[in-house]
């Protein structure tokens, strides 16, 4: 799109759209505190600032329509900060939909720009002129109160050292693969020259170890993104499902900071939309219903990011009618989940879990949140493929929380190298708590089941061979069980052999692959032989 002076603007269209992304978001956020305290006028400021910027940058790529709307924003922002204009729930309802409205054209517009197709301008007119007419019905009602002030707002502008570039992560997943190939060439190389005598040669290695070692925790490094920028999107969604359910919620945010794998994070969004989804519809009771409850009319809806050694925990907690276990079973056996005589017996922690059941749902009106039992499904389903966990706490009529624990990044990984018959697999390592010698005396069999006994807790027990239907070592004296963790359980798992704890790259597997259940990927050892990642949450649900 050259202009008369022969410059052609169409290259900055991604600053453009990176800049209105992050414009917009700001401004979520400042009307969202703008509608909880109607005082904070500072956050005027913030919007204008974004606004001003937009319409220019949409003059200088000739989306006149774009800088039109943002034009008349900017003199609605103007009598607001003069006092001319009071700031009330109208007015923060429109300027949400004068932002929605921004967006979209934003997006539309720079669409089009790139497939050189017409501007969209006419699909628009409609939306603005209505934006116009809500503006002037503000006018009717509004009194021309202009309260002076003596403070200045001019000044000199800061100027800010800019120490950040934006890279495509895509070139930063092709570094990290790289960097991957270089670990598994690495230990190749150091299985080929195990038997070899030349010190220096083995110098050299071990400075060559060190150097990778370095590249790849700077490569890492670069790929962490605080969870802030997933955390972001969602106070405005939940307070638009909020109001569309007519009920009262507030978000508390902490952990912000907490930076988390980039892929694992943009996995981690449609989770935590179903989990924040589902606090809000299931979890958080209508005002009338808190309030004979001895609740505050306002619930709250509570999403915080920790950091253990390893892991990232995510927790997603509301204070509303928590989980009637009761009733779940009784959905349990009426959905055709469960037997009548099975339900009986199963704990809380395993009522839970039927939540997680395709198909399974506590509502019994299907509606664009929710009904179809599908939310919850996807949550364990993304968890579980990024390596993770996810647990539930709950109580009736006090709250529910869900825990979703996840390593820091799922390339590269510290995993117990296990062998059963001719072959070896990868097991996470933080998923194995300790590990013992099978002994006649311990392995018992209980209504032809085995179970271990572990110091004095009996714990069930399986062997790899038998999950995986290969043959077992012959000549295996002592076999080893692995202690297990499984959310608040621990399960024996039998294999012939432990070979070694060390750090892999996991390869995921492609999409014909990954009908496959109970594996989640491989890595190349150092003597070329590809070992295979179990997942085992997936096995043990298979046995």
């Not at 990290?176 to 070899?196: A, P």
């Not at 619930?299 to 276990?325: C, F, P, Q, W, Y």
């Not at 996810?390 to 390339?411: M, V």
Request: aromatic letters at 4%; hydrophobic letters at 45%.
């Amino acid at each position: 799109m050259p202009t008369d002076n022969g410059i052609d603007f169409s290259m900055f269209l991604d600053d453009y759209l990176n800049d209105a992304r992050d414009g917009f978001q700001g401004c979520n956020v400042a009307l969202l505190a703008l509608e909880k305290d109607h005082g904070q006028l500072g956050r005027l400021d913030e919007i204008f600032r974004v606004v001003h910027t937009l319409k220019s940058a949409s003059v200088m790529l000739e989306f006149h329509d774009i800088a039109e709307v943002a034009h008349f924003t900017e003199d609605l922002l103007d009598r607001m900060r003069k006092e001319e204009l009071p700031v009330n729930e109208a007015i923060v309802d429109l300027f949400f939909s004068i932002i929605d409205t921004l967006e979209k054209m934003v997006f539309s517009y720079a669409e089009c720009r790139k497939k050189n197709a017409p501007l969209p301008g006419a699909d628009f007119q409609a939306g603005i002129g209505e934006l116009k007419k809500r503006i002037q019905a503000l006018d009717s009602g509004a009194g021309s109160v202009a309260l002076q002030t003596s403070q200045s707002r001019s000044g000199l502008p800061v100027v800010e050292k800019i120490s950040t570039v934006r890279v495509d992560i895509d070139l930063l997943d092709n570094l990290f693969n790289l960097v991957g190939e270089l670990i598994i060439v690495k230990n190749r190389i150091d299985n080929l020259l195990l038997d070899v005598p030349k010190k220096e040669l083995k110098n050299a290695l071990g400075v060559l170890e060190r150097i990778i070692n370095t590249l790849q925790e700077n490569v890492s490094a670069a790929r962490m993104v605080p969870v802030d920028e997933t955390f972001q999107k969602f106070p405005r969604m939940v307070r638009d499902l909020a109001k569309d359910h007519g009920k009262q919620v507030e978000l508390i945010m902490a952990g912000r900071d907490i930076e988390l794998d980039k892929a694992m994070l943009d996995a981690m969004g449609e989770p935590l939309i179903h989990l924040l989804r589902n606090a809000v519809d299931h979890g958080i009771e209508p005002a009338e219903e808190r309030r004979k409850r001895d609740k505050p009319a306002t619930g709250t809806i509570k999403l915080i990011a920790e950091r253990t050694e390893n892991h990232v925990l995510i927790h997603v907690e509301d204070d509303g009618s928590g989980i009637d276990v009761a009733r779940m079973k009784d959905l349990a056996v009426k959905k055709g989940f469960l037997k009548a005589d099975e339900v009986q017996s199963l704990e809380d922690r395993d009522v839970y879990n039927l939540l997680f059941k395709a198909g399974f749902s506590s509502t019994e009106v299907v509606t664009d949140v929710s009904g179809r039992g599908v939310g919850l499904d996807v949550v364990k389903t993304v968890t579980e493929k990024l390596s993770g966990t996810i647990e539930i706490a709950a109580a009736k009529d006090k709250g529910t929380r869900f825990t979703l624990k996840l390593p820091l990044a799922t390339a590269i990984m510290q995993t117990l190298m296990v062998g059963v018959g001719d072959h070896v697999f990868a097991i996470p390592s933080d998923m194995v708590v300790e590990t013992l010698e099978v002994r006649p005396e311990i392995i018992k069999e209980i209504q032809n089941d085995r179970v271990l006994i572990l110091r004095h807790e009996i714990i069930p027990f399986f062997t790899l061979n038998d999950i995986l239907q290969i043959p077992s070592a012959e000549d295996v004296e002592n076999p080893i069980a692995l202690i297990v963790s499984r959310g608040d359980k621990l399960i024996g798992l039998g294999v012939d052999a432990v070979i070694d704890q060390m750090e892999n790259i996991i390869k995921p597997f492609d999409p014909i692959a990954q009908q496959f259940k109970g594996f989640s990927g491989g890595t190349i050892m150092g003597d070329g032989r590809v070992a295979l990642l179990l997942d085992i949450p997936t096995l043990l649900e298979l046995k």
